[in-house]
Structures are given as structure tokens and as C-alpha cells.
Nanobody, 120 residues
Framework: VQLQASGGGLVQPGGALRLSCAVS????????TAWYRQTPGNQRELVAM???????NYAESVKGRFTISRDNAKNTVYLQMNSLKPEDTAVYYC???????????????WGQGTLVTVSS
């Protein structure tokens, strides 16, 4: 299973970025997807989650600013980040939980992380 995250970079406060995570090797349509972030010295925290049924969950700090979405035809999950703040600066990781094959057990997989820096 491979997860390739992209879209990070430097953006000014108030700006926007869209992260993408292309996934292969898993039954994507039946998988739950999520974005996490981590800053130095801190634990990885959940930013947004979108399960296979279409339900979403967001961290309180990003509600109303971030939107998670997915394209099952492209095996890709996205995170649209608007009204970015300096405190959103972190390495963002995509996560997928699902099955490689129909009779496999579910497992969790991580992308390599993409750095988002919000600064003027």
C-alpha cells in the first residue's frame, strides 16, 4: 500500500492550500480516510476524517475552515485548507484504514507527510 501526499508549502496567513493524497494497493472505496498533523515535540493529532460511508469529523480548531473530500475514482483524498493561521503550521499526514484484499484484515497506513508553513 502506498500513499503519496502532496500540496504542502509556504502560505501567508489567511491563505489557502489543498493537500492531496494518492493511494494505491488498497480497496479505496471501502476505506476510511483521514488527515493528521504533527508539530515538533507534540503528538500527531487528527485534523479531519472521512469514512467510506461519507461521514466526516473535524478537529474543533479547523471546523469551518478545512474540508476533507475524496474521489474514489482517482483513489485520492483531499484536504482543502482555507483561512490558514500560523498555528496550522505542521507536517500533515494522510491516513487510510482498509483492506488490501476483500478477505484481508483491516489495517492502517500512513503517507510520508507534507509540510505546511503559514507565515508572513
Amino acid at each position: 500500500v502506498q500513499l503519496q501526499a502532496s500540496g504542502g508549502g509556504l502560505v501567508q496567513p489567511g491563505g489557502a492550500l489543498r493537500l492531496s493524497c494518492a493511494v494505491s494497493g488498497i480497496i479505496f472505496s471501502g476505506s476510511d480516510t483521514a488527515w493528521y498533523r504533527q508539530t515538533p515535540g507534540n503528538q500527531r493529532e487528527l485534523v479531519a476524517m472521512l469514512n467510506s460511508g461519507g461521514s466526516t469529523n473535524y478537529a474543533e480548531s479547523v471546523k469551518g475552515r478545512f474540508t476533507i473530500s475524496r474521489d474514489n475514482a482517482k483513489n485520492t483524498v483531499y484536504l482543502q485548507m482555507n483561512s490558514l493561521k500560523p498555528e496550522d503550521t505542521a507536517v500533515y499526514y494522510c491516513n487510510v484504514e482498509g483492506k488490501r484484499r476483500p478477505f484481508n484484515a483491516r489495517a492502517s497506513y500512513w503517507g510520508q507527510g507534507t509540510l505546511v508553513t503559514v507565515s508572513s
